[in-house]
């Protein structure tokens, strides 16, 4: 009888070797390489394999771009991350935290969707008594005629429920829990994780079945597993924010029906999970007793435009190294803004401790926030109070120019419907002002003597 064939499989990024190490090569983590058996084919072909004849190929002109239409979720920000909702057949990938509010979502989800469709909801981590009583705790009614619970963590078992049942919607809690018996790998690994997704991917193409997968993260905030898997689905969503918050960000990262790097906005209440509205008023500080080193900024995450706080601390160093912190700007990006400050404007800031925050914990990673993190910094370093009812917008290039930036006419939309009154912007064409007083500016400089009121230095 043959040797079986082995292989060595980092179970952080799925890389494979043909012998041990200690330390995988490819996402450097120690003590995650796992030797598994290689499968000569997988039975998973035999399970997927449809009952029906198979289907013939067809031209373009025959293929016919006239559908049902996407389904509602029952949550608005989740339809607006899915770009517009549940596509049907579509498999949505969605990871977060422990803690974060996954299941929460999902069986809220589930909830509101039964109302109209057959949707199954696989607990695989919990039972079906613990998933109740979950509900309860949300205000969930018992009366949910249409909505399965099935607590298994066996592939086949999954497979025949979905090919029975038929739900519209099906909910995979989670995937690093389900098992196929036929591997010998341990539930969780990257074998196991990436034949049950590619087996659930061929039944839900199949069968028309909106899939959501639920999926751990890494240490590092990437979800665990082989990166094969946020290929196979069609959409990538992360779950963020602070557990001990109130407020919660849905981010999509990939998306193959719509807009990535848009956010829908939550916030964790007793009865679950509650859409914010006007997300822009929760990043927004107290406008009625402004502070000095604030500024207001309009920051577009996908099509979304977002008012955001920021605010600045400049103080004497008492170390040799001055100390720069961020919370929800990038550092880097920060540190080239304050040598700009240093060598264009004359703020000897290599000598002072600074200090930036984004207010209600959101991540700004786009370049239209500079120039506002640059008022900031001047403000707090002048110890001057910014107008609260002037946002800034603009990029600042490293000579101490202004630079244009994207979605300029949406970003001014969301300021006037806020209440601001005057908006520093980029000198660039713009078509509608929105009644806001418009102050283009080419440089650094203009911005801030714009932006800062006159004093006695």
Known sequence: MPKPKTRFVCNECGAEYSQHYGQCRNCGAWNSIHEETVAEASPLVRLAKPKTTARQAVRLDQITTETEGRLTSGYGELDRVLGGGIVAGSLVLIGGEPGIGKSTLLLGMGEKLQQRYPTLYVCAEESAQQVKMRAQRLGISDHTPNLYLLPEIDLEVILRELHGLKPKVAVIDSIQAIYFNHLNSAPGSVTQVRECTAALMRIAKRENICLFIVGHVTKEGAIAGPKVLEHLVDTVLYFEGDRFAVHRLLRVVKNRFGATQEIGVFAMGDKGLLEVVNPSELFLGNREQPAPGTATIVACEGTRPLVVELQALVSATSYSSPRRTTTGIETNRFLQILAVLEKR?????????????????????????????????????????????????????????????????????????????????????VSNSYGLELVPVTKVLEAIVSALPKGDD
Not at 374 to 399: K, Q, Y
Not at 408 to 428: C, H, N, T, V, Y
């Open 345 to 429: 404007i004359g703020i000897p800031l290599s000598k002072l401790d600074a200090y930036l925050s984004a207010v209600g914990g959101i991540t700004v990673s786009e370049p239209a926030a500079d120039l506002g993190v640059a008022i900031a910094v001047s403000a707090s370093f002048r110890d001057r109070v910014c107008d609260p009812r002037t946002v800034i917008i603009g990029e600042v290039g490293l000579g101490g120019q202004v630079r244009p930036v994207s979605q300029l006419e949406s970003r001014l939309k969301e300021a006037s419907k806020l209440g601001f009154q005057r908006a520093i912007i980029p000198d660039m064409a």
